[in-house]
Nanobody, 114 residues
Framework: QVQLVESGGGLVQPGGSLRLSCKAS???????MGWYRQAPGEQRELVAS???????TYIDSVKCRFTISRDNDQNTGDLQMNNLKQEDTAVYYC?????????WGQGTQVTVSS
């Protein structure tokens, strides 16, 4: 069984930075990797994604602040988050699509607060 394991997250002050990482437990090809987030009382939203050839997409609210990347050889994906704002507070979920469907990480809390 393949799993996605997330790391990173935590508490940071506004303007600070955090890096989230996501790693597949086996060597598989993931056509798309990305991150969703869900704030309390809100719907889950897609934050950023990256395809196997490196094409990236971002929601408008994180453009120029967040950078998504992946390493196909290591089966990992990262989300570098800079200039964090209170509205970025949420549980962040890594996901990946592969031949057998969609995988999800366990979720990691990001809290931006002074």
């Amino acid at each position: 069984q393949v799993q996605l394991v997330e790391s990173g997250g935590g508490l940071v002050q506004p303007g600070g930075s955090l890096r989230l990482s996501c790693k597949a437990s086996r060597n598989i090809y993931m056509s798309v990797m990305g991150w969703y987030r869900q704030a309390p009382g809100e719907q889950r939203e897609l934050v950023a994604s990256v395809t196997g050839d490196g094409t990236t997409t971002y929601i408008d609210s994180v453009k120029c602040r967040f950078t998504i990347s992946r390493d196909n050889d290591q089966n990992t994906g990262d989300l570098q988050m800079n200039n964090l704002k209170q509205e970025d507070t949420a549980v962040y979920y890594c996901y990946a699509t592969w031949r057998a469907g969609t995988l999800w990480g366990q979720g990691t809390q990001v809290t931006v607060s002074s």
